[in-house]
Nanobody, 119 residues
Framework: QVQLVESGGGLVQAGGSLRLSCAASGSSFSIGTMGWDRQAPGKQRELVASISSGGSTNYADSVKGRCTISRDNAKNTVYLQMNNLEPEDTAVYYC?????????????WGQGTQVTVSS
């Protein structure tokens, strides 16, 4: 059983910064692409950023230049550094990972962490 545990959300003023972390735990697995989605009230869930096992990154247009995704493969952890936050960034942020167990792969999501940006 693999679990993704997020941390780092909270309340911040517009223009501020937050760093989200997500650690994968379990046994006998390897991790492919990891990333972050978010869902704001009344809106569909959207991709924020992703990073492959080799370090290739992808960002939503709305966060390019303000967010940086990174990972520490030794710690099975992915990070999302968010700068110059805007009220529109307010959402629940979900970590996701493509996990390989033996010859199969599965998509996992964390429980979500709330990010609130006040104007």
């Amino acid at each position: 059983q693999v679990q993704l545990v997020e941390s780092g959300g909270g309340l911040v003023q517009a223009g501020g910064s937050l760093r989200l972390s997500c650690a994968a735990s379990g046994s006998s697995f390897s991790i492919g692409t990891m990333g972050w989605d978010r869902q704001a009230p009344g809106k569909q869930r959207e991709l924020v950023a992703s990073i492959s096992s080799g370090g290739s990154t992808n960002y939503a247009d709305s966060v390019k230049g303000r967010c940086t995704i990174s990972r520490d493969n030794a710690k099975n952890t992915v990070y999302l550094q968010m700068n110059n936050l805007e009220p529109e960034d307010t959402a629940v942020y979900y970590c996701n990972a493509n996990i390989y167990v033996l010859i199969k792969d599965y998509d996992y999501w964390g429980q979500g962490t709330q990010v609130t940006v006040s104007s």
